[in-house]
């Protein structure tokens, strides 16, 4: 009888968040569906109540079905049979559940049948999916697709395309090639314009797609002959019941393995244009991007989530010198500290989700009517904290995936090691995390211009304000002189960097690295002054550890000077 | 038809009463698990008619429509509650017969129901049903093979293996819990349907929730008093109830002595006599 989202008080807590008033404000535009849907809220409360309800349910599929699956599935993994991917059986029995629960389309519009919820909602549920089988994610995940083609794509696309997704056909984006990874702009798909047919070809091949052979698949391809770079580049949604696609073979890999990771060829494949032609990349790419990434974020608070409770239950049975281990000083710091970076990547991804959700929910009415002066500075301002902090979260969350899988199995001692628990499942899944959708490297290159302009720093001021209780008061103090360091560490930077090209490059995983931890306090030290007896203690503990990482980074960056451009060069 | 029971199968050391009873307060309550398994073959029987219709019949106090809510969330299109106090204490006899009033009124092509409840665990209201109703039954039914105009195709499980019967319909089928699992409540049905009350509960709600319903007819659980099934009063409750108490016990399963066996035929032969002179098999 496990139930992901009601055994969650964390991600209950993000669902009451203040902010959520607001978001359901903006994505139910005065609840005017009620008239025409016997599913849409009459109002706030009744949203809400409505999103609880959904989650629920996730959280059950999740708990009874996914979890039960994820093993086999990690076993059997998928086959390519006469050209397409067979999926694992249990990963068919997960989708049939997810279906009949009627989880497609979570964020659609109502009028292409989707249940019309906030981001922050779908990010909790990949969260719990994840937690279940963070492979499966993907494919479930992927669903977010439809988003891009909701925001870009003309109506009768979105008619063909958007009803299907509801109704929980799967979704890929096909855009790494293998000449084209972190570089996308060098993609070289070529798609034509068939002029008797009236639809483009696509022509080429893809690499390390995952669920590859999905229903509807957005393609970036080179729409714009003898071109080379990213401007030559469109957006192109391929459905599979057209056919023309074929997957030669499927990765072999070390975790995640039921999520299908797919080398596709594309043989004159019909495709229709998302959008305007050459603002594949540049444009349609980067939501679609930043959407992934978020999801990305979500599937690895999961996995930590699930990493931490299987070392929690492990450390309460295991019994050494007559005592169950988690009785021992160093098993119960680990313990503590993986539980604090658990709640510290759920407290940086839903802040996240929340500002994505403003904005982009902003964005959508701004389609159909001229936003009044105060909403689109509305618009402005969560569109650059959403930016902001969606490659903070995914750097993060993901990252502290691997710690958190590293440390479950170092708590199993060497039964970890061997396939009989699931952390070794877990720490071959979380590898993958920060290097798809951007390898954290490149998470710090989106990032590190939020450090230059200002962003982190005018946030880190605005959560400065939140009120503070006795108990949280000491830290907020504590916070306010680690925000100094920053700034000193960020100005001596600078200025190197004028006269040492590359200087702050060099530097600059460091100083992102010292806002987030700063941010990421301040959300949870929030969250304790609100409900102290849940996050007071996973504060502190965030928060000391936090000071130790600021601390490092600032005597590395403080210690080194101009030369060591050339020393790592 | 099903029924709402305390989980017992999660029992703690305060599941029973010093009394003897079962403490319902100290148990969640919950869908009985086999009516759940009996609810998805009524809803695949729905899939493949296409046109038909499902509705939960429950008999039990005003909390018991949570069970109906529940069936609604899953699939179902509504359901009768059967509850009043002359319905209190009846034994399996005393249900069957309230149950089968009910169902006289509400008329069904098929009834449904799990084998058993897991708080009694005796399997005779579904066949009490049916004989009272003059139906034929299909007991321990594991998989719908087909059901068309007239008659339902039934896989039954039996203890050394299966048999495929056809009944005609009207006729009373008993699900085990190794049939299909239940599907899972849906999104928009659970939207859909939130709201939706039984009569008594209705009447207890605040004026604006009466009127949203009002407004939404799919949203009114039918809620029966005895009066509604016209019962012969004797029948009913405890007075219809020949089944008495008289002790309850705790068995607690001791091991007394442990017994050696080798793999060998005559001591398999032995032990094989000795359960049955015991009558623990056979």
Known sequence: MANFYTDNKDLQYHLSHPMM?????????????????DYAPQ?????????????????????????????????????????????????????????????????????????????????????????????????????????????????????????????????????????????????????????EAGVWRLNGCKRFITNGDGDISLVLARTEEGTKDARGLSMLIYD???????????????????????????????????????????????????????????????????????????????????????????????????????????????????????????????????????????????????????????????EYANEVAYDSIQIHGGSGYMKDYACERLYRDARIMNIYEGTTQLQVVAAINHVTKGTYLEQIMRYEENERTEATKAMGEQLVELRKVYEQVVARVESIDKEAAGYKEFHSRRLVEIAGYIIISH???????????????????????????????????????ASDVELFA | MAKQVPDTRNVGKDAMTPEGTVNRAALPAIFNPEDLNALEMALEMKDRLGEATVHVLTMGPQRAADIIREA??????????????????????????????????????????????????????????????????????????????????????????????????????????????????????????????ATSELQAADAKAQEFIEARPYLHIVEYAAADVNPDAEQLGLAGSPTKVKKIENVVFQAKEAKRLTAEDKDIEALMQELIASHTIG
């Open chain 2, 72 to 197: 609604m969330f899953r699939g179902a299109d509504g359901g009768y509650l059967l509850s009043g106090r002359e319905f209190a204490g009846s034994d399996t006899l005393a249900t069957s017969y309230a149950l089968s009033c009910a169902l006289r009124k509400i008329n069904p092509d098929i009834i449904v129901a799990g084998r058993q409840a897991i708080d009694g665990d005796t399997a005779q209201v579904g066949p009490q049903v049916a004989q009272k109703l003059d139906m034929p039954q299909v007991t321990y039914a594991e998989e719908l093979v087909d059901i068309k105009e007239g008659e339902v195709t039934i896989k039954r499980r039996l203890e050394r293996g299966s048999e495929v019967v056809v009944a005609p319909l009207p006729a009373v089928i008993t699900v085990n819990s190794s049939a299909k699992e239940c599907r899972p409540r849906n999104a928009k049905r659970v939207m859909k349907f939130k709201y939706a009350l």
């Open chain 1, 240 to 398: 599979k019941r057209d056919g023309g696609v074929k997957v030669r073979r499927i990765e072999n890999k070390l975790g995640i393995k039921g999520s299908p990771t797919c080398e596709l060829v594309f043989n004159n494949a019909p495709a229709v244009l998302v959008g305007d032609r050459k603002m594949g990349l540049i444009k349609y790419v980067m939501s679609l991007m930043n959407a992934a990434r978020l999801g990305i974020a979500a599937q690895s608070t999961g996995l930590s989530e699930a990493a931490y409770r299987e070392a929690l239950k492990y450390a309460g049975e295991r019994e050494q010198f007559g005592k169950a281990i988690i009785e021992f000083a160093a098993v119960r710091e680990m313990l503590k500290n993986m539980e604090a970076k658990t709640i510290a990547s759920r407290a940086l991804l839903y802040e996240t989700a929340r500002f994505v959700d403003i904005y982009k929910q902003l964005t959508h009415i701004s389609h159909d009517r001229s936003l009044e002066a105060e909403e689109r500075q509305e618009m402005k301002f969560y569109n650059r904290l959403a930016d902001g902090f969606t490659p903070l979260a995914k750097m993060f969350a993901s």
């Open chain 1, 21 to 37: 008033k607001r978001i359901i404000e903006l994505k139910e535009r005065n609840f005017a569906d009620a008239a025409d849907y």
């Open chain 1, 523 to 561: 959300i949870m030290l929030r969250q304790a002054a609100e409900c102290e007896a849940d996050y007071l203690n996973p504060t502190k503990v965030f928060v000391k550890y936090a000071a130790k990482k600021i601390s490092e980074a600032a005597s590395y960056i403080n210690a080194s000077d």
């Open chain 1, 43 to 195: 109002d706030a409360e009744d949203a809400l109540d409505s999103y609880k309800r959904v989650l629920e349910i996730v959280g059950d599929v999740c708990g009874e079905v996914i979890a039960a699956n994820a093993e086999s599935v990690d076993h059997e993994g998928p086959r390519v049979v006469n050209d397409h991917v067979e999926y694992a059986s249990g990963t068919v029995r997960n989708l049939e559940a997810l279906n009949a629960a009627g989880l497609g389309g979570m964020t659609l519009p109502r009028k292409y049948n989707g249940l019309n919820m906030p981001v922050t909602c779908f990010a909790m549920a990949n969260e719990m999916v994840a937690r279940a089988d963070a492979g499966f994610e993907n494919i479930w995940g992927l669903q977010d697709c439809a988003e891009t083609i909701n925001e870009f794509a003309t109506e009768d696309i979105k008619e063909r395309f958007l009803p299907r997704v509801s109704a929980g056909e799967t979704c890929a984006m096909d855009l790494t090639e293998p000449d084209a990874g972190s570089d996308l702009g060098a993609v070289m798909l070529k798609a034509t314009w068939d002029e």
